[in-house]
């Protein structure tokens, strides 16, 4: 396949990186600033050590993208939410257009759902979206494997900043602020990371489960959130007293997405440590299946992108 890559952070490069082990070309990388574009093939390591150095990507634009011979566009531009621009007008172009996407940004998918399945409806494109939830952890897939409609609920563990943080807060008995600052000194946390901490990132991943399971009907604003930022050190030392600890955890079904800090057994699986991610998806006919990994990173996440573009079918 040849690939068209919109988004040159660290998802965007990755799969840039790695499109070659996969078999593919890619044809075009574009930031929100430049792009570079060849037919042919792009100088693909030129162009990272460019980005990395803080040069220009390229000499072309954005529109030149879409112009060029590709079979997928690859939407890893950063996520936004309400409208999901540019990411959603991105995947709308290359649909009418008659060509394929798949999503690493988590907007399009959580907050305009069914405008995505219509023009997918009306388009020889498909699309797929395996990397906006869970990084490499196979999610999506299993549940397409077992169909929707035999899965009841998808709940787990899906943010790994916020997982971090309390396992931190359990094991060495200090507050949020302390543990949150270490976090940000390791790259673990964001500057500003009010979209981890919050529960935000991990309720779009749970919407676009639900959004999978119902076939539509969820958005943000349709979700049950807390974050952890008010769990006091005391609350998981109590936890620990009573062999439990407190998980940040999602639960997704047809009837809606609920996303707040749950006691969970001590040695439960859904008591995963670090920045490890977990999920349970229950199902009618085979029972709980339980899938476990880092879910987010740049490789991680391009793995997941290129494994659903090696599930497209030629165009």
């Known amino acids: 396949m040849k690939l068209a890559i ?47 150095a803080g040069d220009a990507l390229g000499s072309s634009d954005l529109e030149t993208v879409f112009e060029t011979d590709y079979d997928v566009l690859v939407e890893a531009t950063p996520t936004t939410l309400g409208d999901a621009q540019p990411g959603f007008s991105h995947t709308k172009r290359a649909l009418e257009d008659d060509r394929h996407v798949v999503l690493a940004n988590k907007g399009p998918v959580a907050e305009r759902y069914e405008e995505l399945r219509a023009l997918e409806a009306a388009s020889a494109g498909s699309i797929r979206f395996e990397a906006t939830v869970g990084g490499a952890i196979p999610i999506l897939s299993t549940v397409e494997d077992s169909t929707p409609q035999a899965v009841t609920a998808v709940r787990g563990v899906l943010n790994g900043t916020a997982n971090f943080i309390l396992t931190r807060m359990a094991a060495e008995g200090l507050d949020y602020e302390h543990v949150l600052a270490e976090a940000q000194d390791l790259g673990v946390a964001e500057a500003d990371p009010t979209f981890d901490v919050d529960g935000t990132d991990a309720a779009l991943k749970f919407v676009i489960l639900a959004n999978v399971l119902a076939d539509g009907g969820f958005a943000l604003d349709d979700a049950t959130v807390d974050g952890i930022q008010n769990i006091p050190g005391s609350a998981l030392d109590l936890a620990a007293e009573d062999g439990r600890t407190i998980r940040l955890i999602g639960e997704a079904t047809r009837d809606g997405v609920r996303v707040g800090p749950r006691l969970v057994p001590e040695n439960g699986p859904l008591a995963v440590t670090g920045t ?20 987010a990173g740049g490789p991680e996440t391009a793995t997941a992108v290129l494994s659903d573009v090696g599930r497209l079918p030629p165009l």
């Open 6 to 52: 919109l988004g040159a952070g660290d998802v965007g490069r990755s799969v840039a990186d790695l499109a070659g082990d996969y078999g593919h070309d890619v044809v075009a990388l574009a930031d929100s600033t430049t792009a570079t574009v060849d037919d042919a093939g792009i100088d693909i390591d030129g162009a990272l050590e460019r980005k990395l």
């Open 276 to 295: 490890r991610n977990i999920v349970q998806i229950e199902t009618r006919n085979a029972g709980s299946l339980h899938s476990s990994g880092r879910g």
